[in-house]
Nanobody, 126 residues
Framework: QLQLVESGGGAVQPGGSLRLSCAAT???????IGWFRQAPGKEREAVSC????????IYEDSVADRFTISRDNVKNVVYLHMSNLTPDDTGVYYC????????????????????WGQGTQVTVSS
């Protein structure tokens, strides 16, 4: 399994922005990458996915006009730029390699038995 490390989280006020990074120790060219999040007391949910070349992206409806996923296959990093954050965006954010991603409707499912990293905490509060 491709090992990924999330970073870039923090505490921000509503309306603020953060850029999360998902870094790999080897080439990510062959992998679709998804971002997921888990709010306190809730199940983990998918947020976004990006195809191997970055040509396709998809977003969960509540973040579609505020979040942007991108990737740098030279640096082996996938980013999630988040703007206009709200308290509902609070949670631990995880990235995952090779999720199932549908590009015409929002379906992003982690690979079976995926071994999650530690994630990065995002807290949006005034």
């Amino acid at each position: 399994q491709l090992q990924l490390v999330e970073s870039g989280g923090g505490a921000v006020q509503p309306g603020g922005s953060l850029r999360l990074s998902c870094a790999a120790t080897r080439d990510i060219d062959d992998y679709e990458i998804g971002w997921f999040r888990q709010a306190p007391g809730k199940e983990r949910e998918a947020v976004s996915c990006i195809s191997r070349t970055g040509g396709n992206t998809i977003y969960e409806d509540s973040v579609a006009d505020r979040f942007t996923i991108s990737r740098d296959n030279v640096k082996n990093v996938v980013y999630l730029h988040m703007s206009n954050l709200t308290p509902d965006d609070t949670g631990v954010y995880y990235c995952a390699a090779n999720p199932y991603c549908a590009w015409h409707e929002f379906v992003v499912t982690p690979a079976p038995f995926y071994s999650w990293g530690q994630g990065t905490q995002v807290t949006v509060s005034s």
